[in-house]
Structure formats: structure tokens, C-alpha cells
């Protein structure tokens, strides 16, 4: 692009989302090493990180230890409330129905995800949980941001997960 002197570049709407996104791929990337899918997620609240979380259903032996369902617990803990609202949710990948559901009870206004999910997506994909006008409580949804990074941290670990004879 060519600027002409006096002139701002566009404002990119995906920008102030980065840094946090940044942040949830780093946990992501701690699931990788621990042979968890590479989902990672962060609450964040006033500008500062209150829960952070990857995948630890293998470890902890637990089908609801999804990073998002982490984060928002410690989120709740440091607010001492169940109701995360003035909260961004910063999630790898578009939640699944379990943790969308989760994210309407905990209240969340605002959830950010790298890359959808086909298979299970429940903001976008194939529900829309977090937008259904039948619930009491709805989130803004905003998808696609950091998308290849994400995109391909999973695919990058499933091809691993093939190459070891794991399904």
C-alpha cells in the first residue's frame, strides 16, 4: 500500500485482538507438548490476562477439561463470581457446544477465535449457540482472528497424531 505523508494506514478491526490471541496460542502450544489437542484460551478483563487455559482432557482424564471451560473457572475465581461479564474470552478455536453453552451462562459479552471448527463449532459452524435469540443471554462473536496460526497448529498436530498410528 502507498501512504502519502499525513495519511494512516486502515484501520485493522482484527489489531487489538492479536496480542491476546497471541496469548491463547501460547497455551495452545503447551497442549501441543503435552499431546493435547492445541486449543488454548484466555479471559481477559480491564486489560489484564484473570484466566488462562489449554486442552486437558487427556491429562486430568476429564471430557469438560477444554481450555475455554479452564479459563472461565479462573476467570470466576478471581472475580469471585460466576458471571463473567466486562470479560473477553480469546479462544484458539470456535468453542464447541459445551463450552458455547458455558459462555452464555457465565454471561461472557464478547468471544474471539482463530480458526472454526467443521466438525463442532457452536458460534458459527454448525450452531449458533452463542447468538441463539431463544436463550436469555447472547455474545458477540467475532471469528478469524490469527485463523492460519491456529488453523495450523491443529493440523499440524493431527498429522503428528496420524504419523503415530493415533486416531
Same mark, same amino acid.
Given at each position: 500500500?502507498?501512504?502519502?505523508?499525513?495519511?494512516?494506514?486502515?484501520?485493522?478491526?482484527?489489531?487489538?485482538?492479536?496480542?491476546?490471541?497471541?496469548?491463547?496460542?501460547?497455551?495452545?502450544?503447551?497442549?501441543?507438548?503435552?499431546?493435547?489437542?492445541?486449543?488454548?484460551?484466555?479471559?481477559?478483563?480491564?486489560?489484564?490476562?484473570?484466566?488462562? %487455559?489449554?486442552?486437558?482432557?487427556?491429562?486430568?482424564?476429564?471430557?469438560?477439561?477444554?481450555?475455554?471451560?479452564?479459563?472461565?473457572?479462573?476467570?470466576?475465581?478471581?472475580?469471585?463470581?460466576?458471571?463473567?461479564?466486562?470479560? =473477553?474470552?480469546?479462544? =484458539?478455536?470456535?468453542?464447541?457446544?459445551?463450552?458455547?453453552?458455558?459462555?452464555?451462562?457465565?454471561?461472557?459479552?464478547?468471544?474471539?477465535?482463530? =480458526? =472454526?471448527?467443521?466438525?463442532? %463449532?457452536?458460534?458459527?459452524?454448525?450452531?449458533?449457540?452463542?447468538?441463539?435469540?431463544?436463550?436469555?443471554?447472547?455474545?458477540?462473536?467475532? %471469528? %478469524?482472528?490469527?485463523?492460519?496460526?491456529?488453523?495450523?497448529?491443529?493440523?499440524?498436530?493431527?498429522?503428528?497424531?496420524?504419523?503415530?498410528?493415533?486416531?
Amino acid at each position: 500500500m502507498i501512504m502519502l505523508p499525513g495519511e494512516t494506514p486502515p484501520e485493522n478491526p482484527l489489531q487489538p485482538h492479536e496480542q491476546w490471541m497471541r496469548r491463547a496460542i501460547n497455551q495452545a502450544h503447551i497442549a501441543f507438548e503435552a499431546e493435547e489437542v492445541p486449543v488454548g484460551a484466555v479471559v481477559v478483563h480491564d486489560g489484564r490476562v484473570i484466566g488462562e %487455559g489449554y486442552n486437558q482432557r487427556e491429562q486430568l482424564r476429564d471430557p469438560t477439561a477444554h481450555a475455554e471451560m479452564i479459563a472461565m473457572t479462573q476467570a470466576a475465581q478471581v472475580l469471585d463470581s460466576w458471571r463473567l461479564v466486562d470479560c =473477553t474470552l480469546y479462544v =484458539t478455536l470456535e468453542p464447541c457446544p459445551m463450552c458455547a453453552g458455558a459462555i452464555v451462562q457465565a454471561r461472557l459479552p464478547v468471544v474471539v477465535y482463530g =480458526t =472454526t471448527d467443521p466438525k463442532g %463449532g457452536a458460534c458459527h459452524t454448525l450452531y449458533q449457540i452463542t447468538d441463539d435469540e431463544r436463550l436469555n443471554h447472547r455474545a458477540t462473536v467475532l %471469528g %478469524g482472528v490469527m485463523q492460519d496460526e491456529c488453523r495450523a497448529l491443529l493440523q499440524d498436530f493431527f498429522a503428528m497424531q496420524r504419523a503415530k498410528g493415533k486416531k
